[in-house]
């Protein structure tokens, strides 16, 4: 930035040289002595073939800097933006359980791909901005040189012009915001119909959630364009003021100031010059203010989620041979659990073991506790008092997160990710072998897989939406039983499939009894019918718990 302002301060003073050689001394009106002796101080002969020589010489350096900022800007840029979203996402993956489910998530990918996107402008406008600054000041210093008087009361006009605009600046970060909260509603609303579909096709309401997104795009481009007629204005007036105190300043040069061409026309390059600047160095502060939202809401979500990051300790690394291992029982000692905005504890003064190898069942209304029940089983959560344990190990700090890599969680909407059933089968463990992968098959009842024309190699599709529900969940299953979990935690996972699905997993999860411990989360279904254990739950606390059978 200080080597293109400077080639092009040093091409603008060239002028009045220029001038001299032109026209003689007198071109000068006596005012430029001191910068003609300092040239010919540095050997530079006054005479016009040499100054044009380094003009161009300038330019063609100006040029290769300018690319060079350009670049090194690009990339500074970029390196920003992707550690900023990197973090983001980190902070997100790495947050307590507890703290990442009451998050909006809808709300975390607009800012993970718009607001972060805009992050990225403000950085370009900020870059932009000190380039602006740097050129100007490097005019600033051509003009003293040229005629202190007049450049400092240019310089100070600047000053004015730029802190009158300072209103201006807090109306952008106010439709900054407005932009903000835009965006999130649109990218609520897209998340919600996209995952809706079925519904709103079933209810006739296309046109209704049409327009409703058609209204969310109309507010954010009624803030994008509230900001653009602001600034349109703003630049406008600028314009119009910084001429007339370049006329004014020209006038009183001549009319009071007894300045010579030598002086006024290299002046009147420089202001020309440096009036653009003025209003790029505005624009570029306006637009920094108008992502200035974004910048902050990036921030407060990494401060948000890292401040919620699960506790490292010296033990967050155990290895899984040191792990909990739940070859006796899981207990729980006089557990709560509470969320933030209710009154009742989700979980209250609960006390059960789940003894190893069985098949444990909790029923219970929906908003029991069940599901926090399975969280703290899975280690997902700890409770705000008393305690869960594996074996009578604490399951707190690192052995907690090493008890997470002995369980397996399916839950009642199958997770799949686009690619194929093997890749979806081996995500959960990449050194699988061939044989793993047809054991696990069986033992989940999805031996269909072998049947499809391209067996593992068969696309799922975005969610898995290529295969039906039932086929999604035995797949599901089978991948959980890849990991050879201690703990496999079933939540509703069956509630919504057929009678003939239900009793298929059913008699696969009944055939893994002895071999892992199996929590089961539900309330209707075959499950039932194959428990060791039922356990009852009602408002947060244990009502009764019996034998099956």
Not at 4 to 15: F, P, Q, R, V
Not at 298 to 324: F, K, M, V, Y
Not at 401 to 417: E, I, K, M, S
Request: proline residues 4%.
């Amino acid at each position: 930035m200080i080597a293109a302002a400077a080639t092009e301060s040093i091409g603008l003073m060239l002028l009045a040289p220029m001038l001299i050689a032109l026209g003689g001394a007198q071109m000068g009106g006596g005012q430029l002595g001191g910068l003609v002796e300092w040239l010919a101080g540095l050997g530079l002969p006054i005479s016009p073939e040499p100054l044009l020589g380094l003009f161009v010489v300038l330019v063609i350096v100006r040029a290769a800097v300018v690319q060079a900022r350009a670049l090194i800007g690009q990339s500074f840029e970029v390196a920003v933006v992707d550690s900023l979203r990197f973090r983001a996402w980190s902070a997100l993956l790495h947050c307590d359980w507890r703290k990442l489910s009451a998050m909006r998530q809808s709300d975390n990918a607009s800012l993970l791909i718009s607001e972060v996107d805009r992050v990225g402008f403000a950085i370009n406008q900020g870059i932009a901005a000190l380039g602006v600054a740097v050129t100007l000041l490097g005019v600033g210093l051509a003009g003293l040189a040229i005629s202190p008087r007049i450049a400092l009361g240019a310089g100070l006009a600047g000053v004015i012009m730029l802190a009158a605009y300072r209103g201006l600046r807090r109306k952008a970060s106010m439709f900054g915001e407005q932009l903000s909260d835009a965006y999130a509603r649109v990218f609520g609303a897209v998340n919600e119909g996209l995952g809706a579909l079925r519904v709103i096709k079933s209810f006739g309401k296309e046109n209704d959630v049409a327009r409703d997104l058609t209204d969310g795009f109309a507010s954010l481009r009624a803030a994008e364009r509230a900001y653009l007629v602001e600034s349109g204005l703003g630049q406008a007036a600028l314009q119009i003021v910084g001429s007339l105190v370049l006329a004014l300043g020209v006038w009183l040069a001549l009319a009071h100031g007894g300045a010579g061409p030598a002086v006024i026309l290299p002046l009147v390059a420089l202001f020309t010059r440096a009036l653009p600047l003025l209003g790029s160095l505005q624009s570029s502060w306006q637009t920094w203010s108008h992502c200035q939202p974004a910048v902050a809401r990036t921030l407060a979500l990494i401060s948000e989620a890292e401040s919620a990051r699960e506790a490292d300790t010296p033990e967050s690394g155990l290895p899984q041979s040191l792990a909990p291992g739940l070859d006796s029982v899981l207990s729980f000692e006089s557990v709560v659990v509470r969320f933030p905005g209710r009154e009742q504890p989700a979980v209250n003064r609960v006390s059960l073991e789940i003894p190893a190898g069985k098949i444990v069942l909790v029923t219970g209304h929906s908003g029991s506790g069940k599901s926090t029940l399975a969280d703290l089983a899975g280690g997902l959560i700890a409770p705000d008092k008393g305690a869960v344990k594996v074996d009578g190990v604490l399951l707190a700090g690192g052995h907690r997160r090493a008890w997470r890599a002995q369980v397996a969680y399916v839950q009642q909407d199958p997770v799949l990710f686009d690619g194929t059933i093997r890749s979806n089968l081996v995500w959960a463990s990449p050194e699988a072998s061939e044989a793993d992968l047809l054991r696990v098959l069986g033992e989940a009842s999805a031996q269909f897989v072998l049947a499809l024309p391209d067996g593992l190699e068969t696309p799922v599709g975005e969610s898995g939406h290529r295969l039906s529900g039932g086929e999604r969940q035995r797949i599901v299953l089978a991948r959980a039983l890849l990991r050879r979990p201690r703990l496999l935690i079933l939540d509703e996972a069956t509630s919504a499939l057929d009678a003939e699905t239900d009793m298929a997993i059913s008699a696969a999860i009944s055939a893994l009894r002895g071999r892992m411990t199996v929590l089961v989360i539900g309330h209707r279904g075959a499950l039932q019918g194959i428990a060791d254990q039922v356990v009852t739950i009602q408002n947060g606390c244990i009502i009764e718990s019996n034998a099956a059978g």
